[in-house]
């Protein structure tokens, strides 16, 4: 079966790096992906990496895949205060049917204190 | 350009009864996704629709039901409300797979 998983919480200082981690379950996955959420909005897409790559990377974002170890991690350089978010971790695989499904993770809920 | 819109905003319903929530995709996306999210979690798959046709399931009972009209657009209905369906329903489109656009969702309160 398919379970993503994170940490609850994450608290760091302005301008230091912030590290949230997720695990998935299901080798099969195809894409990952990293959303944001703000209080009471919607989600928004921050940046997703292909099952067959290591790493990528987006301005002050950094993504890595360990396959192996079924673990996603996002990297956040010089965490600003607009950065507290909550922030969830999705993998997305085809069924056996050939259905798509997207699994979501918890959340890591980021503070930022100044 | 205009992103994901949902409606409405905001519903209040009573057991038993039954709603339908739209969602109209960013132009040029023609995959929908809907998702149920309970306070305090992740969203949780519904459906997926593209091109009309129903691609994705998620673990939901038969109450729920979606369709996607020729111009992309996508309805939810949900019949005979439970307690337990009080969440914010988003809704997502998307070019392919490389990630989707949410909408602001839809809070739905079943008293």
């Known amino acids: 079966g398919e379970d993503v998983e994170q940490s609850l919480f994450l608290s760091v200082r302005e301008g230091d790096s912030s590290v949230i981690n997720c695990t998935y379950t299901?080798?099969?996955?195809?894409?990952l992906y990293w959303y944001k959420q703000e209080p009471g909005a919607g989600l928004q897409l921050l940046t997703y990496?292909?099952?067959?790559?290591d790493m990528k990377q987006d301005q002050r974002l950094t993504v890595l895949l360990n396959k192996k170890d079924k673990h996603l991690s996002l990297r956040i350089a010089d965490t600003q205060t607009g950065d507290s978010a909550i922030y969830f971790c999705?993998?997305?695989?085809?069924?056996?049917?050939?259905?798509?499904?997207?699994?979501f993770g918890t959340g890591t809920k980021l503070q930022v204190i100044p | 350009d205009a992103g994901v819109t949902q409606s409405p905003t905001h519903l209040i319903k009573t057991r038993g009864q039954h709603v339908t929530l739209r969602c109209s995709p960013i132009?040029?996306?023609?995959?929908v996704s809907w998702y149920q999210q309970v306070l305090g979690q992740g969203p949780q798959f519904i459906f997926q629709?593209?091109?009309?046709?129903?691609?994705g399931r998620g673990n939901f009972p038969d109450r729920f039901s979606a369709r996607q009209f020729p111009n992309y657009s996508s309805e939810l209905n949900v019949n005979a409300l439970l307690l337990g369906d009080s969440a914010l329903y988003l809704c997502a489109s998307s070019l392919g797979l490389d990630g989707e656009y949410f909408g602001p969702g839809t809070r739905l309160t079943v008293l």
């Open positions: 299901d080798s099969s996955s195809t894409y």
């Open positions: 999705a993998e997305s695989r085809i069924d056996s049917g050939g259905y798509q499904k997207v699994t």
């Open positions: 629709y593209y091109e009309k046709e129903e691609r």
């Open positions: 132009s040029g996306h023609k995959s």
């Open positions: 990496i292909f099952s067959n790559m």
